[in-house]
């Protein structure tokens, strides 16, 4: 089975027969939609949930679990994260959507085709995802992972395009 990962938060009990009230991350509805099967942990045992129903009511999904069937029932995972497979996610994602872990050992060019090393991590600050590359040579540096810096990413084929300023040659050993 592959990874977890988790689309939200299991608040608190809606109405008395059995309902879920789940936080998630807005502009997740249709994922939120389309679930069969959730995972949350009860006791540290990862516990199954076939979805029933769900409705939104304000900015929250209202989800009945066929397993779920009082207030009593749903203050046990109360507090809870709500997990899919990552395969289930990923096979939600549209095209050119990915998960920034995916991002992680991709090859990285210039527009030049050159091959200037790999992604080695990725950071976050409040403007964007920060791309962390390792060159060839073992040093690294640090691109926005924005369009302007970074107009191609394929992931099946697995690599990067990254744009580079004006008189910079990427491939220096002191760039």
């Not at 129903?53 to 929250?60: A, E, G, M, Q």
Request: proline residues 1%; aromatic residues 8%; hydrophobic residues 40%.
């Amino acid at each position: 089975m592959s990874k977890l990962i988790s689309i939200g938060k299991v608040l608190n009990f809606h109405g008395i027969k059995g309902e879920a009230k789940i936080g998630f991350t807005a502009g997740n509805e249709s994922l939120m939609k389309s679930l069969k099967t959730v995972y949350i942990f009860r006791n540290n045992l990862k516990c199954s949930y076939d979805v029933e129903s769900v409705r939104f009511h304000k900015n929250f999904a209202i989800i009945k679990f066929k397993q779920i069937n009082s207030i009593n029932d749903v203050e046990t995972i109360k507090g809870q994260l709500v997990h899919i497979t990552e395969d289930a996610f990923k096979a939600k994602l549209m095209q050119n959507e990915y998960l920034i872990s995916d991002l992680i050992g991709l090859d990285v060019y210039n527009a030049q085709n050159e091959k200037i090393g790999k992604v080695s991590d990725v950071g976050e600050n409040k403007a964007s995802n920060i791309l962390e590359i390792e060159k060839t040579n073992g040093l690294k540096f640090m691109v926005p992972f924005v369009k302007e810096w970074v107009p191609v990413v394929d992931i099946k084929k697995k690599l990067i395009v990254i744009k580079t300023t004006d008189g910079i040659d990427t491939t220096q050993e002191n760039f």
